[in-house]
T-cell receptor
């Protein structure tokens, strides 16, 4: 079953603008991860944030986690055409290393 | 970084036939691998957890007799779709965690089309 809800489902912005995607989940988690998927391809791991962390950065990516609201956000700054992809949040539950994915946000960067 | 491969990358088969998909961890050992299914423009749905040396654990609603999983070695898991039907057409993706990390490494996926 799906754990997370992501919004927006689709986002279209101009190159250079910032893109923000949100993810909400239902149960307690150990960690939350963000992945990118280019059309018809596998997933690429972007960033992992643990339940005791509130914010994490990696290059142009910034992830926040609010466990009290059971939500996370992914910010991509200074977007590029190559950032066009679907972005998924996934929650890690317990020690089983299983991931439960959100519905994803389809991001389109217009040149 | 860790690399996971899948073979084949795409397959077309006739209804009623069986199809085997391989998932390999190329530069690390994986006692556990995961199989997902993704329909067009939808998210990944976990199908099962593949365990090296023991039976796979299937998610609710996934038929274990239809989706046979064999984790033959520490670097190979196979998913066999038996008696495939058009509704089994989907994108199948495997993943494996590397070591004790929580990060999953995903294969490139296999697109199955059943005619």
């Amino acid at each position: 079953s799906q754990q997370g809800e992501e919004d927006p489902q689709a986002l279209s912005i101009q190159e250079g603008e910032n893109a923000t995607m949100n993810c909400s989940y239902k149960t307690s988690i150990n960690n939350l991860q963000w992945y990118r998927q280019n059309s018809g391809r596998g997933l690429v791991h972007l960033i992992l944030i643990r339940s005791n962390e509130r914010e994490k950065h990696s290059g142009r990516l910034r992830v926040t986690l609010d466990t009290s609201k059971k939500s996370s956000s992914l910010l991509i700054t200074a977007s590029r055409a190559a950032d066009t992809a679907s972005y998924f949040c996934a929650t890690g539950l317990g020690g089983a290393q299983k991931l439960v994915f959100g519905q994803g946000t389809r991001l389109t960067i217009n040149p | 970084g860790a690399v996971v491969s899948q073979h084949p990358s795409w397959v077309i088969c006739k209804s009623g036939t069986s199809v085997k998909i391989e998932c390999r961890s190329l530069d690390f050992q994986a006692t556990t691998m995961f199989w997902y299914r993704q329909f067009p423009k939808q998210s990944l749905m976990l199908m099962a957890t593949s365990n090296e040396g023991s039976k796979a654990t299937y998610e609710q609603g996934v038929e274990k007799d239809k989706f046979l999983i064999n984790h033959a070695s520490l670097t190979l898991s196979t998913l066999t779709v038996t008696s495939a039907h058009p509704e089994d057409s989907s994108f199948y993706i495997c993943s494996a965690p590397s070591g004790n990390t929580d990060t999953q490494y995903f294969g490139p996926g296999t697109r199955l089309t059943v005619l």
